[in-house]
């Protein structure tokens, strides 16, 4: 007995049962603050119009459907395969891709199509200004030898009359004119067609007051973009096409075979002075610059930050810059830019000539 108690006073007091502890989950990060944009900083750009034309409304419809029609038409280039949308494709935001394009028998162009997309609204036509607008662009390529080589305006008047559809088309556009189909028509309907090429997109609803219109890449970007120094050309509704200037104007550039704009002025002081290219539709409108040089869009941008600001920019700037470009890509108007039937040739319409 004594043994058991003995045995029984010697044994470890009971531990209490032991209390698992609960695990505490780490507190969330904080979101980050949402990016803004200065509004002051806004006052260069502003958001495309409806139509660009002097009152912001559209043509009269009629002359927009003869232009909608002759745009497609390539039965006014010599040998009948070349229209304003060869080089110039609505359903590819208004550009071929190429960094030259091609025309009559083959021939390359000398400097890169620039899109018809929101052009009407530049303050001049060609990468040099030597059209002063749309309209007058337009009478420019049917006459050129290398792209649809036509060789006067009395040629390609006389297709269009001898297209039956075209005199109905053209006395609707021209009505109570005694002589409708002229060649001066001819660009005066193409222009006003192309005024109405807009591409409204994210960057026109932001500058409208809608913050949401933007992701927070792209209006850091926008940031970037007003910081850098962009805006000294990039500006206005296009967000260039409003200005001449020099490329290579702080690092020479580095092809000069084209000296650009000196060839319309003969003034020395033009020389590598070229239209400043709108960025809008930029991400979809390469290859880039007036030689189409460069394909890549980082590329172009960091060459513009070298030559024309005398800057390097890093590769996180440039990539910043590009989400903000992004915003600048726009919707066409589907049912605007779709291709009707054209009027069929008549007995007297001349046969494809490719000499």
């Known amino acids: 007995m004594l043994t058991i108690l003995l045995t029984l006073g010697c044994s470890e007091p009971a531990q209490p049962p032991q209390v698992k502890s609960a695990v505490v989950a780490p507190a969330p990060a904080p979101a980050p603050a949402p990016v803004t944009v200065d509004p002051t900083r806004l006052g260069v750009f502003a958001p495309l119009p409806a139509a660009m034309t002097g009152d912001g409304k559209p043509a009269a419809p009629a002359l927009v459907d003869l232009g909608r029609t ?17 080089c110039h494709l609505l359903d590819s935001y208004g550009v071929d891709g190429m960094p030259t394009s091609t025309g009559h028998k083959g021939q390359k162009g000398g400097r890169n199509a620039p899109t018809s997309y929101n052009a009407a609204g530049h303050l001049a036509q060609f990468w040099d200004g030597r059209a002063a607008d749309v309209e007058a662009q337009a009478k420019g390529p049917v006459l050129n030898p290398i792209e649809m080589a036509m060789p006067n305006e009395k040629a390609v008047v006389g297709v269009l009359t001898s297209i039956p ?26 222009g006003a067609f192309e005024r109405g090429l807009t591409t409204p997109g994210p960057f026109d609803r932001f500058l409208a007051g809608d913050a949401s219109a933007l992701t927070d890449a792209q209006k850091a970007g926008l940031n970037t973009f007003l910081d850098t120094g962009c805006v000294a050309c990039h500006t206005g509704t296009y967000v260039g096409g409003s200005m001449y200037q020099k490329v290579g104007l702080v690092q020479p550039w580095p092809n000069q075979a084209d000296p650009g704009r000196v060839k319309v002025t003969n003034n020395e002081a033009d020389t590598m002075f070229f239209k400043v290219p709108s960025l809008r539709n930029i991400e979809k409108t390469g290859p880039y610059f007036h030689d189409g040089s460069v394909a890549d869009l980082d590329t172009a941008v960091t ?9 390097e920019l890093t590769a996180e700037q440039v990539k910043s810059i590009r989400s903000f470009l992004g915003a600048l890509t726009g919707t066409p108007d589907a049912a605007y830019i779709a291709k009707p039937t054209l009027p069929e040739s008549g007995p007297k319409t001349p046969k494809p000539d490719p000499t």
């Open 165 to 190: 559809g075209y005199k109905t088309l053209f006395e609707a556009a021209f009505t109570g004119d005694k002589a409708p189909i002229t060649y001066d028509h001819m660009a005066q309907a193409i």
């Open 303 to 311: 060459m513009m930050g070298r030559h024309q600001l005398g800057k």
């Open 70 to 86: 002759l745009y497609y038409d390539t039965r006014f280039s010599k040998n009948q395969d070349v229209s304003c949308n060869s």
